[in-house]
């Protein structure tokens, strides 16, 4: 986890101006031309490192280790982009002990900073990974590899485009990171407190308002941050005393804030980084991508709202009262903060047809430009230098934290690739199912479970769709629908035990035992669980774009079946009315009735 201790002198100085850089050479990519890959992605890799070997290290051993690891990993990464010419010419063999000795320290400078980043599981898997790939010939049955010498395996890893600076590394230079940029300008200002103002202006005077200002603030918020768990400690340091304050059980506090801020990660634009790791992997173009993902993230809002109003009645759970709402004028005031720059950003993508990075890029330039005003509308030089700043080391963070575990990832891809191991896992979940869909289904919402627990969500569902997307695909599914389950089922962990990131922080804000939070947190959440399903069952829940009828009516029968399951669940105590409605309202979720 990332260290958010304050800078002083001239740390700050050094680290301020390092951000500078850093969102200027992404942000510039759009603008230079056609950059290299083997210069764009190692630069990338250069520029993530020190934030997390160096800035992120506790004083002592931890900071001395990350800052000669982050010097070695910088300057490999740089010998990569000044030596690319004669690097392509050697088609991913590495010549000579001085190129092994670049492809190893590459290799373990990044899982290292994918350990101090996100802990030991992803780089655990890369790890046994890269011995199956080195060892794996002696390994008999089906399961061995035919080996690949030692120059040819570590040379397609760092110095072709099939392992670190491969098509998920693009993703993240040249896509996630400028969203993740934005993000972070946009955090800088008013936006936040907008959407706080805006949901409370909502949602506040109806029944359990405080909770559903807590669904819109962070649908809205997670619609940029893509972190449930970042959702949860932004939007939760406002929600959660508001809801215990007007009398919620805090089981039911923490649950509502951890539901509501893992929808962020399924709701466009950003999805966590997902919804561009689908382009790359799809080929779908990124408005497509967000047009399909939509209908499914709106109804798991819908689900969580319908649980809301279930313990409303049960707990009589009171609006917000009339002295705590904000102001009309604050509304409309910081409303514009957030409003301006995603109306430039949809602007730039749906009328201009600019692509996302460059619409993303005009989108930060004005919320950039609209830190110089406050909530007052008033221009504050001096407020505006400290959110600038407040940007530029967020967003170097930020990028940071998602290359870490971009790159590691893409060292599992590399070898899964070179091995051809993703192929013999393929068949063996063909083979496991018995060539059926639904057993298929159900094997990998398993493995997708387990693996979200262990790894972040984008980097579960990477692992895999590599794995098992195949295998959905050759059973019927078309590709952006195999694609589109196996990231909800990878988010499942975020509201599931053992292993349960968003409850844990929810619940340690409010004060509760985690285990009644989480148990709270599934049946709010229980969209995330069976949407998944239905968009199997029915397609066109997904075809917005291309058939935006069809994909209402299977969205309103969806909406019926969970609005039947979340009351079922919630809503009466009484065992037989609770089994029946669960019954049918997993019937109507998950049944295609028009196939009948």
């Known amino acids: 986890m990332q260290d958010q201790r304050p800078l002083n002198g001239l740390s700050r100085i050094f680290w301020l101006g390092f951000g500078i850089c850093l969102v200027v050479f992404h942000l510039g990519l759009i603008f230079y031309g056609l950059v290299p890959n083997l210069i764009s992605r190692p630069i990338h890799m250069a520029f993530a490192l020190p934030w997390i070997l160096v800035l992120a290290a506790r004083p002592g051993w931890e900071r001395?280790?990350?800052?000669?690891?982050?010097?070695?990993?910088?300057?490999?990464?740089?010998?990569?982009a000044l030596n690319r010419d004669m690097l392509g010419n050697q088609y991913g063999f590495l010549e000579g002990t001085f190129q092994i000795g670049i492809a190893a320290v590459l290799i373990l400078v990044v899982l290292e900073a994918a350990r101090r980043?996100?802990?030991?599981?992803?780089?655990?898997?890369?790890?046994?990974?890269?011995?199956?790939?080195?060892?794996?010939q002696h390994i008999p049955g089906e399961f061995g590899h035919s080996g690949t010498p030692l120059a040819s395996f570590l040379g397609t890893l760092t110095i072709a485009e099939g392992g670190l600076w491969g098509s998920l590394t693009s993703v993240s230079v040249n896509v996630v990171a400028l969203f993740v940029i934005f993000?972070?300008?946009?955090?800088?200002?008013?936006?936040?407190?907008?959407?706080m103002n805006i949901a409370a202006a909502a949602a506040g005077r109806l029944n359990g308002g405080a909770a559903k200002v807590s669904v819109l603030s962070s649908a809205l918020f997670g619609s940029i941050s893509g972190s449930a768990s970042a959702n949860v400690a932004s939007t939760g340091a406002i929600t959660l005393p508001a809801m215990t304050k007007l009398g919620y059980p805090k089981r039911l506090a923490g649950a509502v804030e951890a539901v509501a801020s893992s929808g962020g990660q399924i709701m466009p634009p950003l999805m966590g980084?997902?919804?561009?790791?689908?382009?790359?992997?799809?080929?779908?173009?990124?408005?497509?991508?967000?047009?399909?993902?939509?209908?499914?993230?709106?109804?798991?809002?819908f689900a969580v709202w319908i649980g809301i109003n279930a313990y409303a009645r049960r707990f009589e759970l009171a609006p917000i009262a009339a002295e705590d709402k904000p102001a009309t004028r604050d509304v409309v005031i910081t409303a514009a903060f957030f409003l301006v720059p995603f109306a430039v950003l949809m602007w730039g993508m749906f009328v201009s047809n600019v692509t996302p990075q460059y619409a993303a890029c005009l989108a930060t330039l004005v919320g950039a430009a609209m830190l110089i005003?406050?909530?007052?509308?008033?221009?504050d030089?001096?407020?505006?230098?400290?959110?600038?700043?407040?940007?530029?080391?967020?967003?170097?963070?930020?990028?940071?934290?998602i290359a870490s575990i971009i790159l590691c990832a893409s060292l599992i891809i590399g070898v899964l690739s070179i091995t051809g191991l993703g192929v013999k896992i393929t068949s063996l979940i063909l083979s496991g199912s018995g060539g059926l869909l639904w057993p298929s289904l159900l094997l990998t919402a398993v493995a997708c479970l387990v693996l979200g627990m262990e790894v972040p969500t984008t980097a579960a569902y990477v692992i895999c769709i590599s794995v098992a997307g195949p295998a959905l695909i050759e059973l019927g599914l078309q590709p952006l629908q195999a694609h589109l389950f196996v990231f909800w089922f990878a988010l499942l962990s975020t509201i599931t035990p053992p292993v349960c990131g968003a409850v844990f922080i929810a619940a340690g804000m409010v004060g509760e035992n985690w285990l009644k939070v989480a148990v709270t947190a599934m049946a709010l959440g229980v969209g995330l669980y069976v949407i998944p399903l239905g968009m199997i069952a029915n397609p066109a829940v997904i075809a917005l774009e291309a058939n935006p009828l069809a994909s209402v009516l299977a969205s309103v029968k969806l909406a019926i079946g969970l609005a039947l399951l979340s009351y079922g669940l919630i809503g009466t105590k009484k065992l037989v009315p609770s089994l029946a409605l669960i019954g049918v309202g997993i019937a109507v979720v998950i049944l295609d009735f028009s196939a009948i």
């Open 117 to 136: 980043a996100i802990g030991w599981p992803l780089p655990t898997v890369a790890a046994a990974a890269l011995l199956y790939g080195l060892f794996g």
């Open 64 to 80: 001395i280790s990350g800052t000669m690891l982050a010097a070695l990993g910088v300057a490999a990464c740089l010998w990569i």
């Open 373 to 379: 005003v406050d909530g007052r509308l008033k221009i």
């Open 273 to 301: 980084a997902g919804a561009f790791v689908m382009v790359e992997l799809t080929g779908v173009p990124y408005t497509s991508v967000m047009a399909a993902a939509l209908p499914p993230a709106l109804l798991y809002f």
């Open 381 to 401: 030089l001096r407020v505006m230098a400290v959110r600038l700043e407040g940007a530029f080391l967020g967003a170097g963070r930020q990028v940071a934290m």
């Open 183 to 195: 993000g972070a300008f946009l955090n800088a200002g008013e936006a936040g407190q907008g959407f």
